[in-house]
């Protein structure tokens, strides 16, 4: 998708009763769209989607002008405004930090920064639907989503999965993939290392879902299932829209993939920190580094700003000498780098080193650079993303030294939370609690919706029973141990 113009356009207002409080009101409301609307397909340069989003805006205001209890309950308004490009993402930069400073579940991957580079790459073929909710002019919630097409493996376990192409990096082969489907989805996909939730909700969690649900019920025939994936439990975010959806026709499943991500409280710095992990941690851990001093010449040295590039080629190069690049190499989940997913980390790192929140993290032995941590920050929390080792190296060395820098480098600049990356057994180790999150299906009201909900549910039911009536959750293990 080009990036087009930078405005943002307001897609749907919606207003209290008191907006069509007379049928007089409703008719210069009406005449005032038909008449705007003409003139801006006439003589505006956008495209015509573009004016119709404007004239609704601007048919609006007239008839405020010319209506007393309508400007009255424009106060009280609710609206919906959509970003499609890369160019009217950053016109909603401003909106997107303010609800994302407000809210009370959020995480460092919720930045516009990393959802920009994210459509950059990975965007083609796909249509972006990124919503800012406001109201009464205030900016209360953002709506990253992506539509996409695909065939799948439906209705079997797509745990992983967040668009049809991820089931290519979890070898699901051809003749599996018979159903086609439309999805809508937060920008997320197996590459990009993320299954954190990407609603940011400010204020009134009940009107955000809502507005959400009404913009896509009104698209309903142009899409099958939304997956919302990565919903906080502790935030209700799966309730309210789980409410949204029946108060609006639309069915969601009761149950879905839950699964636990990885936290740490670094208040109280280090010692605090190996307190809380207990004293067979911090033996443990005292170990493995003196393990790694006594190999040879050992080095830490991190890469922010202006070197974030050069830390991050070289973190390129370390991943080359592991399993994960191996040709040939079997995997649950092929989680290699890519010429794609190099430029995206290069495009994140170079975005959020402007604020120096990027930072890779090298460690050699003997002047060889053998194992390397890629973390980002936002606010007063630090986010480990990745982190490679040589294989060849693996019997001599660990990645504690690594460990131990981030850490270390994150209390001196007063972070208080390191957030770790996926769900493996390695993240689970440096954690001192566990967050849950909740993937909700809301499917369309529309034939094809439909079909795939009964499907859906049907197998999502047999699971369950397999399981012992439980949600199915997340592996202990997600390719990036």
């Known amino acids: 998708m080009g990036e087009g113009s930078a405005r943002l356009f307001v897609h749907d207002t919606l207003q209290h009763s008191a907006l069509f409080a007379s049928a007089s009101t409703r008719r210069q409301w009406g005449a005032g769209i038909r008449s705007s609307f003409c003139s801006a397909l006439a003589g505006h340069p956008f495209r015509a989607s573009e004016a119709i989003h404007m004239t609704f805006s601007d048919a609006a205001s007239l008839a405020m002008a010319s209506s007393p209890a309508l400007a009255d309950s424009a106060a009280s308004s609710i609206t919906v405004g959509r970003f499609d490009s890369l160019a009217s993402l950053d016109a909603a930069a401003s909106s997107w930090d303010a609800v994302q400073d407000r809210c009370a579940h959020r995480h460092v991957l919720l930045d516009h920064r990393w959802v920009r580079a994210w459509w950059k790459n990975y965007g083609a073929g796909k249509e972006l639907h990124g919503l800012v909710i406001e109201k009464a002019g205030r900016p209360i919630g953002i709506m990253p989503a992506l539509r996409s097409r695909g065939w799948e493996a439906w209705p079997s376990r797509d745990g992983l999965v967040q668009l049809a192409e991820d089931q290519e990096k979890l070898g699901i082969p051809h003749w599996r993939r018979l159903v086609p489907i439309r999805r809508v989805t937060f920008p997320l996909n197996i590459p990009s290392h993320n299954a954190r939730s990407h609603a940011l909700i400010a204020d009134d969690p009940a009107t955000v879902c809502g507005a959400v649900l009404d913009y896509w019920k009104a698209r309903a025939r142009d899409w099958d299932v939304l997956v919302l994936e990565g919903l906080p439990a502790k935030s209700g975010q799966r309730e309210h829209f789980s409410a949204a959806a029946s108060a609006r026709g639309m069915r969601t499943l009761p149950y879905g993939r839950a699964r636990d991500m990885y936290t740490a409280d670094l208040t109280g710095g280090m010692d605090a920190y190996c307190a809380r992990r207990g004293a067979h941690f911090r033996k443990r851990f005292k170990g493995q580094i003196r393990a790694c001093e006594k190999a040879g010449a050992l080095e830490l040295r991190q890469y922010r ?61 003997d002047g060889r650079p053998v194992g390397a941590l890629f973390g980002l920050s936002r606010g007063t929390t630090i986010l480990s993303l990745v982190v490679y080792l040589r294989d060849d190296m693996r019997e001599v060395i660990n990645n504690a030294p690594l460990w131990d820098s981030l850490l270390r480098d994150a209390m001196a600049r007063g972070m208080t939370e390191l957030d770790t990356h996926g769900v493996s057994s390695h993240a689970r180790k440096w954690a001192t609690n566990a967050d849950s999150y909740q993937r909700l299906y809301v499917f369309s009201p529309h034939l094809r919706g439909q079909a795939l909900w009964a499907s859906k549910s049907l197998a999502t039911m047999l699971a369950r029973r397999l399981a012992g009536g439980r949600d199915v959750t997340g592996s202990n293990t997600d390719g990036r141990d």
């Open 305 to 365: 700003k202006d070197e974030i590039v050069r830390g991050l080629d070289i973190m390129f190069e370390i991943e080359q000498a592991t399993w994960k690049a191996r040709p040939g190499e079997k995997t649950a989940v092929d989680m290699s780098l890519d010429s794609t997913l190099k430029q995206f980390f290069t495009d994140v790192g170079r975005a959020f080193a402007e604020k120096d929140e990027a930072v890779v993290h090298v460690m050699s032995l």
